[in-house]
């Protein structure tokens, strides 16, 4: 379960104070994956980085009692020194898993030969983020973090192995979605919630919240 009690956060922008939550309060329970609605701008990745942790709110209280994903794509902890091989094994060892499976994993799922045992920092933008993206499907979590949907490379072959995974794993984990465009939660959630001017409204169904989204664009 991730739940926030009373939730707020905000920053100061120089000019003012933009408010992403105020006082909001949401579970989410495993097997009900979620899908929150965000116009741009709003505060989607500071709401994803505090759900895992990369963020502490200002007030209020975060509680997890399961296995929650860093997000989609998120390079903090990778060295770019060290090759992903390096950064696959070590990263298994803070998890407890064996390093050998996420190395051999991420090794299958990115598919870059011989650069994978070279420095992350020689690779180009699409090689690091087909690695990331592997490393955090080897790992396996309960709830899965994603802001704005599953990056989408230029390989074409990684996108259907990563896809298939990633089906394959919310067929027992669950995922938050946020995304400005409903068409992006559709595919994986049944509940949603918009988050509009630091307040979080919930909705008894996707489409529900489609609707009042729609109406208040």
Request: proline letters at 3%; a neutral charge; glycine letters at 8%.
């Amino acid at each position: 379960m991730l739940e926030f009690d009373n939730v707020s956060k905000s920053f100061w922008t120089g000019t003012r104070r933009k408010v992403i939550l105020d006082q909001a309060s949401f579970r989410v329970e495993l097997g009900n994956s979620l899908g929150i609605l965000a116009p741009n701008g709003t505060g989607k990745t500071t709401l994803i980085n505090m759900m895992c942790g990369l963020e502490k709110p200002d007030e209020g209280t975060i509680r997890r009692t399961c296995r929650i994903s860093f997000p989609l794509g998120f390079m903090g902890g990778v060295v770019t020194k060290h090759s992903a091989n390096e950064n696959a094994r070590y990263i298994a060892r803070i998890y407890g898993l064996d390093p050998d499976y996420v190395s051999a994993f991420t090794r299958w799922l990115t598919d870059i030969d011989e650069y994978f045992d070279m420095p992350v920092g020689t690779y180009s933008a699409g090689m690091r983020q087909r690695f990331t993206f592997s490393l955090l499907l080897a790992l396996e979590f309960d709830i899965y973090l994603i802001d704005e949907g599953m990056p989408q490379t230029t390989d074409v072959e990684f996108n259907r192995k990563a896809g298939a995974v990633l089906y394959d794993r919310l067929k027992t984990a669950t995922v938050v979605i946020v995304s400005h465009q409903p068409a992006t939660i559709e595919k994986f959630c049944r509940s949603a919630a918009i988050l509009r001017d630091g307040r979080l409204y919930s909705f008894e169904s996707l489409a529900e919240a489609k609707q009042y989204y729609d109406y208040t664009a």
